[in-house]
């Protein structure tokens, strides 16, 4: 190993998502059995601006793993876009003698973190987390497993109360740019469709595959929308269907921030733990300017240049699936 790295700087940035937490103790522990100290920056790339720096010790990061959200918090900053912002942040991390970072986020932060390395010729290694499932270079992202999860349990509820009154629900959840969120849960939720942004949605193909479900005794369901479907969002998407098709008793729940909260699954904390010990590992064997990934159980790097451009296809044949399980 080259062990030029002596001070990692953490943060997390954007969205926040579970299992955040389980990847910073990842890559606490795994500094320090390295005799590597780790600073944690908070409020991500606005903690690197205004000098919010903390020391981060093995006892820092205990009783976190099982936590959601971020300790050291997380935000979106403008000012880190500009050149002046960067270069204070340049300026805090030398003064500080912090010689690489890991980031933990998605695109935004990557895009940050590659423009940033570049420019100052800075080791950063990314982790992907996001509920949204999105990113180019690994087969999940922290978070998106436990989102999942949250979905479908809610799911699960909502629909009692749709049988019970002959209801039907559009829930809508999280997905503005992609759909990863409404597929899966709806599949295992036994949605009737699934709207996401990927594919073109028809209102009219929608009525008929309603009618077709009343006709066949079908008085309740449930319909998946994500928030970027090209139709609206939920409400929009109820009224014109409530317009034209008034046999159903309509209904919308908006998931929302849920999504992103709670204690995090067994596989977020495990897939966290790993890209945590992956990233030190990543520093440490002089890799930078690359999101570390999981990819059929094989851990990979990919350039921030290509996670930030790449996104990840939805799946067609879980769509079709879909459409097939839910007749």
Sequence with gaps: MIKNIK?????????????MNAAIRAVVRTAVYYNLEVIGIKNGYDGLIQNKFITLKN????????????????????????????????????????DSLIVIGGDGTFTGANEFGKKYDFPIIGLPGTIDNDLFGTDFTIGYDTALN????????????????????????????AGFIALRSGIAGGAEDILIPETETHIDNLIHKLEHDWRHNKKSGIIIV??????????????????????????????????????????????????????????????????????????????????????????????????????
């Design 150 to 177: 949250t979905v479908v349990d809610a799911i699960d509820k909502i629909r009692d109360t749709a049988y019970s009154h002959n209801r039907l629900f559009f829930i809508e959840v999280m997905g503005r740019d």
């Design 7 to 19: 001070k990692i700087g953490v943060l997390t940035s954007g969205g926040d998502a579970p299992g």
């Design 59 to 98: 006892y820092s990061v205990s009783d976190i793993i099982q936590k959601g959200g971020t300790i050291i918090k997380s935000a979106r900053s403008e000012e880190f876009k500009t050149a002046e912002g960067m270069q204070k942040a340049c300026d805090n991390l030398t003064n500080a003698e912090i």
């Design 226 to 327: 994500a928030e970027g479907d090209d139709a609206g969002g939920a409400y929009e998407i109820a009224q014109k269907v409530t317009e034209k098709f008034k046999n159903y008793k309509t209904r919308v729940t908006v998931l929302g921030h849920i999504q992103r909260g709670g204690s995090p699954s067994c596989m977020d904390r495990v897939l966290a733990s790993t890209l945590g010990y992956e990233a030190v590992k990543a520093l440490l064997n002089n890799k930078r300017d690359v999101m570390v990934g999981q990819k059929n159980n094989k851990i990979v790097f990919t350039p921030f240049a290509e996670a930030i451009k790449h996104h990840q296809d939805i799946n067609r044949d879980m769509l079709e699936m879909a459409r097939i399980l839910s007749l």
